[in-house]
């Protein structure tokens, strides 16, 4: 059973003490570790303590700040916070405030129950997790994106690339046979042994190229191979 970290941000330590106890009711089927915080200085400090925290309880009116005020700090030291705003009663504008300053929930003082304390923790900590993992995706799918744009330009350098070095290959292999100083014959055969390392590099580049997946779950064939480009040139 997981146990949920909590911090009851309020400076009236009776309301901390009856919503620990309303915590303590659930311990059978919600298991929990509370901390107390009395201002947003002291939430703070606990925010920043080793042991990262699943839900916020915040309460607005306190000393040293609104908790409207604090939201924004809290959420910049423990993005993957879940707040739970505490109003009291009629001050749902409060409440809505918060919901646009990042607050999950809100829970309005002298209406809050067991049952209902524990189902708005499960309910704003699993909307946060739901969040981050759904930007770990949006991540992964641009960092894909970017991938598949590197390999189309990778792509299209070989095809670029294809043509001219073979030809230098053709151009070579015609001077090869001709009557030459042997000085003449080692220039040449230095650009044959380097041409054939330039094919053999723009073949692997190729070969990698040609493993990006289609829509259709085939390889990728719009390509031009480095030896289809040769046979072109020779023809």
Not at 26 to 55: M, S, W
Not at 198 to 222: H, M, Q, W, Y
Request: proline residues 3%; aromatic residues 4%; glycine residues 6%.
């Amino acid at each position: 059973m997981n146990v949920y970290e909590i911090v009851i941000a309020d400076d009236d330590a009776a309301f901390r003490s009856a919503t620990r106890r309303l915590l303590q009711l659930r311990r059978d089927t919600f298991k929990t570790r509370v901390r107390e915080a009395a201002d947003g200085a002291a939430t703070l400090a606990c925010l920043t303590q080793a042991a990262p925290v699943d839900c916020l309880l915040l309460d607005n009116l306190m000393p040293g700040g609104l908790g409207l005020e604090w939201l924004t700090r809290f959420l910049q030291v423990q993005p993957a916070l879940a707040v739970v705003m505490v109003t009291g009663n009629g001050d749902e504008a409060t409440a809505v405030k918060a919901m646009q300053g990042g607050a999950v929930d809100y829970l309005v003082k002298g209406r809050i129950s067991s049952e209902l304390l524990e189902k708005s923790i499960r309910s704003a900590v699993e909307k946060v997790q739901m969040r981050a993992q759904l930007e770990r995706q949006r991540e992964l799918l641009r960092f894909a994106d970017q991938h598949r744009l590197m390999v189309e330009s990778l792509g299209a350098a070989c095809r670029r690339l294809a043509e001219p070095v073979s030809v230098v290959t053709g151009s070579l292999e015609i001077m090869k046979r001709q009557d030459s100083p042997p000085m003449i014959q080692d220039v040449i055969a230095n650009c044959c042994v380097a041409v054939d390392a330039i094919n053999e590099f723009l073949d692997k580049l190729n070969a990698v190229c040609a493993s990006r997946p289609t829509a259709d779950g085939g390889a990728d064939s719009d390509r031009v191979s480095m030896p289809e480009a040769r046979q072109r040139v020779s023809a």
